[in-house]
Every structure is written in structure tokens, then in C-alpha cells.
């Protein structure tokens, strides 16, 4: 298959020029493909403080979307979502899959993308067939009462899939069948798929396993000494095969570190990349994944090396340690959090930390929260003890002078954020980033509002004015001018009913705001 695709790409080229004012085409000119020449670099988050450029072949980018095809049953009537930034490389798949078969590409924003309603509402207005997730992000997919329509496919990527998440999602969606793919930026995109037909069979999972290798694709588990493994023994998982990307982008010492010769297929010229996943086969032929090797996580679907988020921390003069740490002190709730010892016992604050750190690195690389520490703890030998690094607490984010709720709606988003955030106190002008939020929580609290309020408050307008304050000027001036309100259904009560015995006065304060002087109540 590859090699007519590409044979037919050779035969009917195209250069198109972007001129000054507007796309043009210029005149049509022969160009040579092959399987060795380089398709797309992507940039991904580097140990050593710099980004590393992966480079991916043609012959692999194709071989990977012909799997897609194959694996999805794509065709002429397939209608694929395509939801990831182009910087990141699942987008190449989403954008050219389905084109190559005839299907469909139905482009969404990234306002949509980022609110589960939203997402799933188009997806079934759309007609959308297959659609691609991260976990943290299915989680709130399956709270959403939305339906999925002519979905057929759900994919999960980019983190660990639990076995409770996944059968959660086949148990509200019947039918639509999920796909666990897994697969490292250095490769062409996913090198493993595991398909999940029934909530029973997730059920049973505590992670499920990230499957069997794609076609053309070469996996092996090896030991310490590069030694294949038996079946339930731990390893680091090497790829081979046509997905093996070409290195890294002016960075040799690099490229001969992760990218080894293949001593197993026998090709000449031909190298296994070490992803540092740890993995280990089961006696079905699957693989599970077990952790990693160094300190690289994945929060909410992306890649970070901690190594370079401290690497950032300590180039601020006022740093003189920092260390870096995924935590999940809330089950399902990882983020990132920052230790900094200060250089000469400067007044550093949380803020300028985070303000400095946006002018060097992408904002899903920004720590959560910030703890200012007067030495690291040590264990005995001298070593960082990182058992010891506390937990960091609402008094280790800087906040302002506590105000408290002045109105109905202000008290209704105090409690969503302390609830949300596991803060207390939360006054009318702290921030909700600031206090630990990030996008992801920021869906759910749209989704609270919404449920708590009937407003349809945007994902951009928490962004713009992250403060309860700012959320409620924002909440009563779309209810006073009557736009974006989604008030919720009201239902006629049987005498003797209790169903709504649990409201409070303030509850009934709050959704008396939420009317226009009370005219839609009977």
C-alpha cells in the first residue's frame, strides 16, 4: 500500500506558493517522494532545559495513517474530528486519515474542544464518527448528559487509561467501542492499540493495557543489559520498524542515545528507539504499561520533562534549588507543583515566579502551585527527600486580602471553587489558577456553573477574569441582558412530593437570581 501511494504522490504533485496577498498556484512542478525523506518535525519537551526536534519520516507518517484506516475501518461515510493543535502530532493523522479514503475532516475549535458539552454536542451535530481524547479529558465527556450520535469510535491517548474510566464511558455510551492508543512523539505518532468492546471487559482493569504493536511496527521488551524479556517480566519497551523516526534535529549525541541499532530484525541500517516506558507482556500478547524510567510525566495529555521546568525555575536569579514534582494529592487531579529555595532570602513570590515562567515556557508547563521552602529536605546521605516535600497547602499560594461573598452568586462560586480546588476560605478576589486551577478544572467549573446557576458561562471569560468577582460581574451581566442563559428545565411536582425538601434559603436566593424578577416561575 505504501509504496503505490507513493508512487502515485510522485505522479501528480503540486507545489502551491502562499503569495503576499493571497494563495496562488504557480506552476506545477515534478517532485520526488520516498519513504526516507522527512515528513514533519515535532518539538517536545527536552530533560536537559531545551526542546528536542523529532523527525519523522514519509514512509512512517504513511504507514501510521494506513493503520488508522485499517484499525478504524475508515471509508467514504467516516467523518473524523479533528481536535489536537498542529503542533502536537496526533493532528496529522485527524487532519489527512479519513481524507485518504474519501471521508470527512471536521475541524473544531479549541472553546470547543476544551468544554465537554460543547465538544460532544457538535460531535453529534456534526455527525462525527471518530473521535480522539485525552483521559483526564474523558472523564468529563462521560459526566456530560450529552449524546454522541453517529459516534462510532473513541480513542484515548496521551495518558495512562483506567480500567473504572474506560468501562464508565462504554457503560454510558453502548456501542461506541474505545481504542487505548499509546505511542511516543519520536515515533510516527501511535506504535500500539488495545480495542475495549464492552464495559465488562474494562471492568476488570485497574490500566488498560496499551495493546499490540500497529502493522509494519517491532516491539521488544529488554532488561537493564539490553536483554529481551519473558512474558510478565518489567522493561523498557523499544520500537522498531517503518515508525521509527529519524533522530533528533541537530542534536547527534542525543539521537545516538535513544535511537540504538536494531540487532534484532536483521536490516542493515535500520534502529529501535527507547521510549524509557516500562512495560511488560502479558501471556494474551498484550502490553501493559507500568511507569517510566526518569522523571518525564504526561498531565492532562501532555508531555513534560520536570528536569525542564526546573531548569527554567533556577535561570531566575532569585532561585537558588528548585525542584519539580508531579503530584496527585486529589485522585485524578495531577498537577505540577514547584519547591523553590530563594537566592539570599529574596522575597519572591508566587506570582512573579509564575509571570517569569510564562515568558520561557508553554503554559501547560506552568506549575499549579508553589512552595517557598527555607532549605530542601535531605535523607540522611545527603540525597533530595522527596517523601519529605509537603503537600503544598492554600497558604502556599500567594492570594489577596480575603473578602468575602457579597451576593448570592458570589457565595454559590466560592463554594464550586473550594469544592473544586479543595481549598477553604476562598475569598471574592483570589484567583482560581492561582489557588491551583487549571484548564481542565476550569471545564468543570463551566460545567458547575452551569448546573448550579443555568448560565452558560464561556471558557475564555474565566481566563479573562479568573476571580469569583469576576465570574459574578460576568454571570450577572449575561443574566441582565438575558444572552447566554441556559436556564435548567422546570418540572410540575405531585402533591406530597419532597424532591426539592433539600433547598436552602440561600439556594432559593441563588436561582431567584438567576430569573428575571422571578418571571419564569409559576
Known amino acids: ?163 473504572e474510566l474506560c468501562a464508565a464511558w462504554l457503560e454510558r455510551h453502548k456501542g461506541v467501542r474505545v481504542i487505548n492508543a499509546y505511542g511516543p512523539t519520536e515515533c510516527s505518532d501511535d506504535v500500539t492499540h488495545q480495542v475495549v468492546q464492552s464495559a465488562e471487559e474494562a471492568a476488570g482493569e485497574a490500566w488498560v493495557p496499551i495493546g499490540r504493536g500497529l502493522q509494519n511496527t517491532e516491539l521488544y521488551v529488554v532488561d537493564e543489559e539490553w536483554r529481551a524479556v519473558g512474558i510478565g517480566v518489567k522493561g523498557e519497551l523499544w520500537v522498531g520498524g517503518d515508525g521509527v523516526g529519524r533522530g533528533y534535529v541537530g542534536a547527534s549525541a542525543q539521537t545516538a542515545e535513544r535511537f540504538v541499532p536494531d540487532s534484532y530484525s536483521g536490516r542493515v541500517g535500520a534502529r529501535l528507539y527507547r521510549t524509557g516506558d516500562v512495560v511488560r507482556w502479558r501471556e494474551s500478547g498484550v502490553l501493559e504499561f507500568m511507569g517510566r524510567l526518569d522523571e518525564q510525566v504526561k498531565v492532562r495529555g501532555y508531555r513534560i520533562e520536570l528536569g525542564e521546568v526546573e531548569a527554567a525555575l533556577r535561570r531566575h536569579e532569585g532561585v537558588r534549588e528548585s525542584v519539580v514534582l508531579a503530584r496527585e494529592d486529589v485522585p485524578g487531579q495531577q498537577r505540577v507543583v514547584a519547591y523553590v529555595v530563594q537566592e539570599n532570602q529574596k522575597s519572591l513570590t508566587a506570582d512573579a515566579l509564575r509571570t517569569y515562567l510564562k515568558a520561557h515556557l508553554p503554559e501547560y508547563m506552568i506549575p499549579a502551585a508553589f512552595v517557598m521552602l527555607d532549605a530542601l529536605p535531605r535523607t540522611a546521605n545527603g ?140
Open 1 to 163: 500500500v505504501m509504496t503505490e501511494v507513493l508512487a502515485g504522490l510522485e505522479s501528480r504533485p503540486a507545489v502551491v506558493v502562499l503569495g503576499e496577498e493571497k494563495l496562488e498556484h504557480r506552476e506545477w512542478k515534478q517532485v520526488s517522494v520516498s519513504t526516507q525523506q522527512l515528513a514533519y518535525v515535532i518539538y517536545t519537551s527536552g530533560s536537559t532545559g531545551v526542546p528536542k526536534g523529532a523527525m519523522v519520516e514519509q514512509g512512517g507518517m504513511v504507514n501510521h495513517l494506513y493503520a488508522k484506516v485499517r484499525e478504524l475501518g475508515l471509508n467514504e461515510t467516516s467523518v473524523l474530528a479533528q481536535t489536537a493543535a498542529a503542533s502536537f502530532d496526533i493532528s496529522v493523522w485527524q487532519y489527512l486519515a479519513a481524507l485518504l479514503v474519501g471521508g470527512r475532516v471536521e475541524v473544531f475549535d479549541e472553546d470547543e474542544v476544551r468544554d465537554p458539552a460543547r465538544l460532544l454536542r457538535g460531535v453529534r451535530e456534526r455527525g462525527v464518527t471518530v473521535l480522539e481524547t485525552v483521559p483526564s479529558l474523558l472523564r468529563l465527556l462521560v459526566e456530560s448528559t450529552e449524546e454522541t450520535g453517529a459516534l462510532q469510535w473513541l480513542i484515548a491517548t496521551g495518558e495512562a487509561l483506567s480500567g
Open 383 to 522: 540525597k533530595l527527600d522527596r517523601i519529605a516535600l509537603p503537600i503544598p497547602e492554600a497558604s502556599t499560594v500567594e492570594t489577596t486580602e480575603y473578602i468575602g461573598p457579597r451576593t448570592p452568586v458570589e457565595e454559590t462560586l466560592v463554594a464550586i471553587f473550594e469544592k473544586l480546588l479543595h481549598v477553604k476560605q476562598v475569598g471574592v478576589n483570589d484567583d482560581f489558577f492561582q489557588l491551583g486551577g487549571h484548564s481542565l478544572l476550569a471545564i468543570q467549573l463551566v460545567t458547575r456553573i452551569r448546573e448550579a446557576l443555568g448560565v452558560e458561562v464561556s471558557l475564555r471569560s474565566i481566563f479573562d477574569g479568573p476571580t469569583v468577582a469576576g465570574i459574578a460581574e460576568t454571570i450577572v451581566a449575561m443574566t441582565e441582558s438575558d444572552e447566554h442563559a441556559a436556564a435548567p428545565q422546570l418540572q410540575s411536582l405531585e402533591a406530597g412530593d419532597t424532591e426539592l425538601a433539600h433547598l436552602s434559603d440561600a439556594d432559593v436566593e441563588s436561582l431567584l437570581a438567576t430569573y428575571s424578577a422571578g418571571e419564569e416561575w409559576v
